[in-house]
Each structure stands twice: as C-alpha cells, then as structure tokens.
C-alpha cells in the first residue's frame, strides 16, 4: 500500500469497521462465509504484513461480540463451518496462533454452544475475581453506540482502543447446561491443545479446556468424577496412541493432567495425601499465624508436621478463624513481603513447601466471585427467616461489648470488619442507626 497521511494498520483497520457498520446498519444483511474468505485471502493468504492476520481475527472477534438479536454481522453456524475448515486444513496456523485468535475461537465456542443451550453464559462481576484486600470504587462509563466516520481521529480512536483491550482482556465466565460430550467443536479445543506452540497461549487453551469440562451447574454436579474420568480416558487414550509418541504431545498431554490435578485441589484433597505424606512426619517448630481475617480467634500458635498437608494446615486455622478454607488465604510472611501460598499447592506436605518450622504466616479473608442467589430475609409473616436471625444474632454478640450492649464503639467495629476503615464515632452510618433504634437515647441498641 503507498504511503499517504495514514499508517497501514490505520487503512486497514478503518476498512474492516466500515464492512463491520454496513452489516451492522442491514436488519437482513450479515457477512457470509464466501466474502469473508475473500477478507481472509486478502489479509492472511496473500498480505505481505504480518500484523493484517492479528487485525483479521480481532476483528472477527469484535464482529460477534457486536451482533445483536435484530443485526448480526457474521452468521455463526458459518464463521464456525469456515474456521474448522481452515484449521483442518492447515491453512490457519495454529502452531503459532496469536493470543487474539484464540480469544476469538474462544468467544466463538462459548457462544455456539450457548446458541445450541449447551452452556449458559454468566455475568462478570464488577470486583475483580479473588482478592484478599478490600475493594475500592471507580467511575466507569458504558459502551455506546455512534455512527461512522471516516478516519475518525482523537478521543474516538483512544476509546476504540480501550475497548478493544478491554475485550480482549476480558475471561468469559459460563456454566455448563449438559455434559461436555454434548458440547459442539471440543474436537477444536483438542487441537489447539495439542498443537498450539506459543507458551503463552497453549497455557491459556489448556486452562480453558479444563474449565470447558469442569464449570458444571449445581445440576451436573453429581457427575463431576465421571466427566473427570472421560477427559483422564482421553488424555491417556492420546499417549497411548501413535499421535501420543511425538515428544511435544506427550508433554502437552501431561501438562493437561498436571493442571487437572491442581484444579482438583483447590478446594481441597479430600484428605488424599502426596506420597511423601504417607511416610511418619517429624513435628516441626511451631508456626506463628497473624490473623487478618477476622475478629474471631486472635493471633494462632500452630503445630504441624513434616507430612501435614497445606489443605489440612488451612482447615484447622480456617476452623479457628470461624471461616470456610476456601475464604482464607494463607501467605508467608508479613507487612508488605507476603509470598501467597497457592490454592494449587494444596496436596503438598510441609517438607515439600519447603517449610521447616518457626515461620510466620499471614491468614487473611478472600472475596470470591461467586454466584450466589439471594435468599429471603423474611417469611410470610415478615418475620427474620431461621437463617438470617442467626446470622444477625452472631453478629450482634461478635460486636456487642463485654456486657452484652450493642454500642457505638459496636457499630464502629462492625463497619470496620466491614469496610476496612475505623469510622469517627459520629459517622453518618452510626449516628442514623442510633437515631432510628435507640429509642431512651441511653447510646445502646
């Protein structure tokens, strides 16, 4: 292309939009599978730019993720017959593929198989998904909707760039509606497991294929060791077979199993021990545990063995705590040097972590991304259900004083188990709770 006021990337990128707002303005116009072959041979096929295939995928991408019920710029059930083509035949490179295009046939899997009913896709939730500090706040602003301009320069390129990042950024969350033998293009994900060469994107393709199987609804949770034994079968059928004696499918194989394993053991080992774990343990010095969880149990002073496994360690501590394992996060060290000790390591012993005794640990409370449905707070005859009376109750005796007043010195420390920061005493938050429930004004509720 000849030099002009423009960049190349720029050209082409204004190009693509352009195709991209035709069929995005026709309520009976999308893109079919021929004309997009003609984009693909002019930026994959015959380009003599390395960057024109990474622009084609990301657009493909942002194409599906604009359609709409009444506009759809790219037919699926054809973008879907086109790539498998491409794939099979060898002609999409998948051993070096981009990070961009697996997120575009990741977005397209998620997406058949919600069209198909096979999976259902889940909200992302606003707070980052694991975090052991307290969230803060940020002013965002939605996505919306423009007409098209020509070389469209300034403040509009800059949120068209942040947009795209944002989405490519993005790990799309679902569940599972039936089993993953009833998924459509699994075949797809096994073979860029299997062949995909870039480090950082064959790690991500094996953890989604993972999650493909293993992000079951509360209804298939009862087959969740049969689908464990369908995705073992098949991974030891591979290395079995003649594909299975080439070195880079081995290894592959084995780093699905590896990951399966740690996936596993997340939330917990279900009291399976390493082998190491087995063999008699030697007690340890004691560990010393700064409690940042809760205000329940204080600093904790723990006994372990050489072969006492890290779940078991995060139970006891967790029981102590008044907490579920899978809130509590465990780190060693203190302050500002805290190295977190991974859910994934939760099947090895103490020796194996390299722990020796006399260390100090650091337990704080994680906010987990969970979707949890909301339960009633009261019955029929607006009284506190059995549940939230007793969650109530705790609360009121874990932050009323030694002569069982709710004061508000109370109030202050619940806010502060709440939110992280000691409030004034005359907190807006304090003063209108007393205003409306302490009734003689003698300062307890």
Same mark, same amino acid.
């Not at 190009?15 to 352009?18: I, T």
């Not at 693909?40 to 994959?44: G, I, K, M, R, S």
């Not at 069209?115 to 939730?125: I, K, S």
């Not at 990951?259 to 082998?275: A, I, Q, R, Y």
């Given at each position: 292309?000849?030099e002009g006021?423009?960049?190349?990337?720029?050209?082409?990128d204004e190009?693509?939009?352009?195709v991209?707002? $035709?069929?995005?303005?026709s309520?009976?116009?999308c893109?079919?599978?021929k004309?997009?072959?003609?984009i693909?041979?002019?930026?994959?096929t015959?380009?003599?730019?390395?960057s024109?295939e990474?622009?084609?995928?990301?657009w493909?991408?942002?194409s599906c993720?604009s /359609?709409?019920?009444k506009?759809a710029?790219?037919?699926?059930?054809?973008?879907?017959?086109?790539?498998?083509?491409k794939?099979a035949?060898?002609?999409l490179?998948v051993?070096?593929?981009?990070?961009?295009g697996?997120?575009?046939?990741q977005f397209?899997?998620?997406?058949?198989?919600e069209?198909?009913?096979?999976?259902?896709?889940?909200?992302?939730?606003q /707070?980052s /998904?694991?975090?052991?500090?307290?969230?803060?706040?940020?002013?965002?602003?939605?996505?919306?909707?423009?007409?098209?301009?020509w070389n469209?320069?300034?403040?509009?390129?800059?949120?068209?760039?942040?947009?795209?990042?944002?989405?490519?950024?993005?790990?799309?969350?679902?569940?599972l509606q039936?089993?993953?033998?009833?998924?459509k293009?699994?075949d797809?994900?096994?073979?860029?497991?299997?062949?995909?060469?870039?480090?950082? $994107?064959?790690?991500r393709?094996i953890d989604?294929?993972?999650?493909?199987?293993?992000?079951?609804?509360?209804?298939?949770?009862?087959?969740?060791?049969?689908?464990?034994?369908?995705?073992?079968d098949?991974c030891?059928?591979?290395?079995k077979?003649?594909q299975?004696?080439?070195?880079?499918?081995?290894?592959?194989?084995i780093?699905i199993?590896t990951?399966?394993?740690?996936?596993?053991?997340?939330?917990?080992?279900?009291?399976?021990?390493?082998?190491g774990?087995?063999?008699?343990g030697?007690p340890?010095?004691?560990l010393?545990v700064?409690?940042?969880?809760?205000?329940?149990?204080?600093?904790l $002073?723990?006994?372990?063995?050489s072969n006492?496994?890290?779940?078991?360690?995060?139970r006891?501590?967790?029981?102590?705590?008044?907490?579920?394992?899978?809130?509590l996060q465990?780190?060693?060290?203190?302050g500002?040097?805290?190295?977190?000790?991974?859910?994934?390591?939760?099947?090895?012993?103490?020796?194996?972590l390299?722990l020796?005794?006399?260390e100090t640990?650091?337990? /704080?409370?994680?906010s987990?991304?969970e979707n949890?449905?909301?339960?009633?707070?009261?019955?029929?005859?607006?009284e506190?259900?059995p549940?939230?009376?007793?969650?109530?109750a705790?609360?009121f005796?874990?932050?009323?004083?030694?002569?069982?007043?709710?004061?508000?010195?109370?109030?202050?420390?619940?806010?502060?188990g709440?939110?992280g920061d000691?409030?004034?005493?005359?907190?807006?938050?304090?003063?209108g709770?007393?205003?409306t429930?302490?009734?003689?004004g003698d300062?307890?509720?």
């Open positions: 292309m000849g006021p423009y960049s190349h990337h720029e050209e082409i190009r693509l939009q352009f991209k707002f $035709v069929a995005q303005m309520n009976d116009y893109i079919s599978k004309e997009l072959g003609v693909y041979d002019l930026l994959v015959k380009s003599c730019y390395e024109d990474q622009e084609f995928l990301t493909c991408k942002s993720e /359609q709409t019920a506009a710029i790219l037919d699926l059930g054809e973008v879907g017959e086109f790539f498998t083509e794939i035949s060898k002609e490179d051993r070096n593929l981009a990070p961009v697996f997120e575009f046939l397209y899997f998620i997406s058949l198989n069209r198909e009913g096979t999976l259902q896709r889940q909200e992302p939730a /707070q /998904q694991k975090t052991a500090t307290y969230p803060g706040y940020s002013s965002t602003t939605g996505r919306g909707t423009g007409g098209y301009s469209n320069t300034g403040t509009a390129s800059a949120s068209k760039a942040n947009e795209k990042a944002s989405q490519l950024d993005s790990t799309p969350s679902f569940k039936r089993l993953p033998t009833e998924l293009e699994v797809m994900l096994w073979t860029l497991v299997l062949e995909c060469e870039r480090p950082e $994107v064959a790690s393709v989604f294929l993972i999650k493909a199987h293993l992000s079951l609804s509360e209804e298939l949770t009862s087959s969740r060791l049969s689908v464990l034994h369908v995705l073992i098949r030891m059928g591979i290395l077979s003649e299975g004696k080439e070195p880079s499918v081995s290894v592959r194989v780093a199993l990951n399966l394993v740690h996936e596993t053991e997340v939330k917990g080992t279900c009291d399976v021990l390493p082998h774990a087995l063999l008699r030697e340890l010095g004691h010393t700064k409690n940042r969880a809760t205000p329940i149990g204080g600093d $002073v723990v006994q372990v063995y006492t496994a890290l779940w078991d360690l995060k006891e501590v967790a029981k102590a705590l008044d907490l579920g394992p899978r809130y465990l780190s060693l060290g203190t500002s040097s805290l190295s977190e000790l991974r859910d994934v390591d939760n099947g090895k012993a103490m020796k194996a390299g020796v005794g006399g640990l650091t337990a /704080q409370k994680l987990l991304d949890v449905p909301n339960a009633p707070l009261t019955d029929s005859d607006g506190l259900t549940g939230a009376r007793r969650i109530f705790c609360w005796d874990m932050f009323c004083d030694t002569a069982g007043d709710f004061t508000k010195e109370s109030a202050a420390r619940f806010i502060q709440c939110c000691p409030p004034a005493l005359n907190d807006n938050r304090i003063s709770l007393f205003q429930y302490d009734g003689d300062g307890k509720i």
